[in-house]
């Protein structure tokens, strides 16, 4: 299995839902990402968890709770979301840390909308 | 610090043309250099990577590129365009050193190619 998982693949919320996106992957990768993508513009690094462990938060707003619950799942928890906050959620994996030195592999994200 | 720079938000060839895509580096020793690949709706995926091995590095779809220390230059090429390769591109650095911090990526080219 080489792949990266992430369920579901559209997603609208409403301001004051509570949802969850999820992503697996089963290469035994070390790492664990979330990227935010606006259109037309490069991945954004919200959070990295190595070895299990928050190694990264890019100070993102608590509105977004990331949680990885075993080495194979990384889920982002969302809450009171913006409509600004509406974008592409990617999830990926690498098989060293956090500086992925030998790239990542990325899974075909979430479309998020929020209204 | 780590960044990079692709030259050209957008470039434009006709089928069977030759691709080349611009990226350079900047970082205090040579890093860890990766181009990625995103069709529209979907996540990033791997093309090639340069680790300190060979300088020229082949990757998937008939693309290669040149790693050129002197330059701080890993221009994307490939010699005969494909409709499918229309896409957006992405250059990312990650840094040598374990501890050094995070992957970068630079702000993309989107490829369009004309029949």
């Known amino acids: 299995d080489t792949e990266v998982t992430q369920t579901p693949k559209h997603l609208v919320m409403g301001m004051t839902n509570k949802k969850s996106l999820k992503c697996e992957q089963h290469?035994?990768?070390?790492?664990m990402y979330w990227y935010k993508q606006k259109a037309k513009k490069p991945p954004e690094l919200m959070f990295v968890y190595s070895y299990e462990k928050l190694s990264i938060n890019e100070s993102v707003p608590s509105r977004f709770s990331p949680e990885c619950p075993n080495s194979s799942l990384l889920n982002l928890h969302l809450h009171a979301l913006q409509p600004e906050d509406s974008a592409l959620y990617l999830c990926?994996?690498?098989?060293?840390?956090?500086?992925?030195?030998?790239?990542?592999?990325f899974g075909s994200g979430t479309r998020l909308t929020v209204v | 610090a780590q960044s990079v720079t692709q030259l050209g938000s957008h470039v434009s060839v006709s089928e069977g043309a030759l691709v080349l895509l611009r990226c350079n580096y900047s970082s205090s020793v040579p890093p860890y250099l990766f181009w990625y690949v995103q069709y529209p709706n979907q996540g990033l995926q791997l093309l090639l990577k340069y680790t300190s091995a060979a300088t020229l590095v082949k990757g998937i779809n008939g693309f290669e590129a040149e790693f050129k220390k002197s330059e701080t230059s890993f221009h994307l090429t490939k010699p005969s365009a494909h409709m499918s390769d229309a896409a957006e591109y992405f250059c990312?650095?990650?840094?040598?050193?374990?501890?050094?911090?995070?992957?970068?990526f630079g702000d993309g080219t989107t490829l369009t190619v004309k029949p």
């Open positions: 990926a994996s690498s098989q060293d840390g956090v500086r992925a030195a030998y790239g990542y592999t």
């Open positions: 290469m035994g990768h070390r790492a």
């Open positions: 990312a650095v990650s840094p040598l050193n374990t501890n050094a911090g995070k992957s970068t």
